[in-house]
């Protein structure tokens, strides 16, 4: 995602977006540290600075914290999915990033079937409780 440069001393704009439905029966919550953000840039070969240099996300970005990655977050709710349907096999996947998150604060992944079970909907939040990521996906 490309976007102006921060003027100095101004922060990033964040989106404020919607909340996921309540009551999903799958959840968990995701605390990221910038030794993990660090390392899942190298495992991606990410060279941002915005993921692993918190002086630089704050001060040149003017982020609140260093960014987690999107495909971070998107395994994140894959590994909810596989962990609550263990012999399912997932035939097709669709995200939609919305918001970034931080690694100011632990965020939460949530999701529930769809379609007697053939799939499923799955959220990760941000910090505030509203959707950063949503993600459709359909099994075998």
């Known amino acids: 995602m490309f976007r102006d440069a921060v003027k100095p001393g101004e922060k990033s704009g964040i989106p404020k977006r919607d909340t996921p439905p309540a009551d999903l029966p799958w959840t968990r919550q995701i605390t990221t540290d910038p030794v993990s953000l660090f390392r899942y840039s190298a495992v991606t070969f990410n060279p941002h600075r915005i993921h692993y240099d918190r002086t630089y996300a704050m001060t040149v970005e003017g982020y609140p914290g260093l960014v ?3 495909p971070y ?21 669709t995200q939609r990033a919305r918001a970034p998150l931080f690694d100011t604060a632990p965020f939460n992944v949530a999701g529930r079937p769809v379609n007697g079970g053939a799939g499923a909907e799955l959220w990760a939040m941000t910090s505030g409780g509203t959707i950063a990521m949503e993600v459709q996906l359909r099994f075998t």
């Open 68 to 70: 987690v990655h999107g």
């Open 73 to 93: 977050s998107q395994q994140c709710l894959i590994d909810l999915v596989r962990d609550n349907n263990a012999s399912r096999t997932i035939a097709s996947f």
